[in-house]
């Protein structure tokens, strides 16, 4: 590779020799790492870990439901986010712009995990809220840093390779903090669990102090202007560049894109128990197997994009992640039936991993590097928001009902999402941008 300011040729990053060449980057172990410590905490924090601890100690549906809700930062990152762009984080300022909030932001996830381990929720659960409330707010945070560096340090041809990338990561983070935390749980006891889980990120936090600083773009404005414009400016120039219908049009599909999942999700853990299946049932089917199904569907959706363009996938993606909800409806039928656990989860995480990674290369299109931080961040925050209110009320909704027809309503719900992309069809734009495929290689050369 040349030196930075010599001319250097434009790379390929399509199909199976981008995804080598992906891999083969500097960055590329980074990103699993720090996409390791942003899934972790997860459903430890904000997903089916908690709610299943909470049904685990007797607590009723409505109640659980409602506790998902203080997790809300996740969905909020991007009211803090313009700060993430635009400074350093005091304290640690030395390590740089991006590395100073990943390492505040991993240390506090510690704490907060080790602090719920030592919570007592059959007791009351006003402690364990305030201590998801700090969580989420750190894993929001560390979440936002991690997608600004992941987009910051390759060229925007590359992002749906490095999304498998990270996603590789992400979904390792899952696995321990869902089977490893479950296995934990029925054999040693929740607070053993969620120790461990809060040791396990001193890894994120070592690749943090290890790694470099992403080059910052070239033509960046963000340091020329002031604080109240680090505010304004990375909404503006969002919808300057995709003009007013057509910007609330994408921000409103990528809300929908993944609701159908999401509606589910805080019902999933103790759907899995009420239908008879044991904590180590769970680890093993729900978060052992089905993780790995994710990471070949976050894999095959990387290779897809990269073969076939965004727009065939985001069709292909949301029916697949709605229809994929009617694969429940077999253990609803066949209570117990391990078999029907199998089936479900097959469906669900290969179309979860393979949504995902089009939506991440999808909205790392859409942002402008000047403001990456805060514009990754409002399209991650859209994209959990609509389903995570819902959660919010799904465990009153199932009483009202039943788990059946609750699949079934989620299933329905893509239908306003598939319309929309009706609409997007000829205004989605296949080339991504980019600062130029020079840049692009020289920021993955000193990252």
Not at 143 to 170: F, H, K, M, N
Request: glycine share 10%; charged share 10%.
């Amino acid at each position: 590779m040349s030196e930075a300011g010599n001319a250097v040729a434009p790379v390929s990053y399509k199909g199976w020799a981008g995804i080598r060449r992906a891999f083969g980057t500097p960055s590329a172990l980074t990103l699993l790492l720090l996409g390791f410590g942003s899934g972790l905490p997860f459903l430890l924090i904000a997903s089916m870990t908690l709610s299943t601890r909470l049904r685990d100690v007797g607590l009723d549906l409505g109640s659980i439901g409602l506790i998902s809700l203080a997790s809300f930062f996740y969905l909020l990152k991007f009211l803090w986010a313009p700060l993430i762009d635009r400074y350093a984080f005091p304290l640690t300022a030395f390590l740089g712009r991006r590395r100073s909030w990943l390492l505040v932001s991993q240390l506090l996830v510690a704490v907060s995990l080790g602090a719920l381990a030592l919570s007592r929720p059959e007791m009351g659960v006003t402690t364990l809220v305030l201590w998801v409330l700090v969580g989420s707010f750190a894993g929001a945070t560390q979440d936002s840093v991690v997608d600004a560096y992941r987009i910051e340090v390759a060229p925007a041809a590359a992002q749906a390779a490095l999304a498998a990338t990270y996603t590789l990561g992400y979904r390792f983070g899952l696995i321990l903090g869902g089977a490893g935390a479950l296995y934990l749980a029925e054999f040693q006891g929740w607070q053993w669990a969620y120790m461990a889980m809060a040791a396990l990120m001193a890894l994120p936090i070592v690749t943090t102090l290890a790694c470099r600083e992403p080059v910052a773009p070239e033509a960046t404005v963000v340091r020329r202007i002031d604080f109240f414009g680090a505010f304004w400016q990375p909404f503006t120039s969002f919808f300057s560049h995709n003009g007013l219908l057509l910007g609330l049009a994408l921000l409103v599909f990528v809300g929908l894109f993944k609701f159908p999942d999401q509606v589910i999700g805080v019902m999933a853990g103790p759907f899995y128990l009420d239908s008879g299946y044991s904590k180590a049932d769970i680890a093993t089917v729900s978060k052992l197997y089905g993780i790995w199904l994710g990471i070949g569907g976050a894999f095959l959706g990387g290779v897809c994009v990269a073969a076939f363009g965004f727009r065939r996938m985001l069709f292909l993606a949301t029916l697949g992640v709605a229809l994929s909800n009617l694969a429940f409806l077999l253990m609803a039928q066949y209570p117990s039936q391990i078999w029907a656990f199998y089936a479900a989860i097959s469906a669900d995480n290969l179309f979860q991993g393979f949504a995902g990674v089009v939506l991440i290369a999808f909205m790392s299109s859409l942002t402008d590097r000047n403001f990456t931080a805060t514009q990754y961040a409002l399209l991650v925050s859209l994209a959990n928001l609509p389903g995570k209110f819902v959660g919010g009320v799904s465990g009153f909704i199932v009483e009202a009902t039943s788990y059946s027809a609750f699949f079934v309503f989620s299933a329905l719900t893509v239908i306003p999402t598939l319309l929309l992309l009706a609409w997007l069809w000829q205004r989605i734009v296949e080339p991504v941008r980019d600062t130029g495929a020079a840049a692009g290689e020289r920021q993955e050369q000193q990252a």
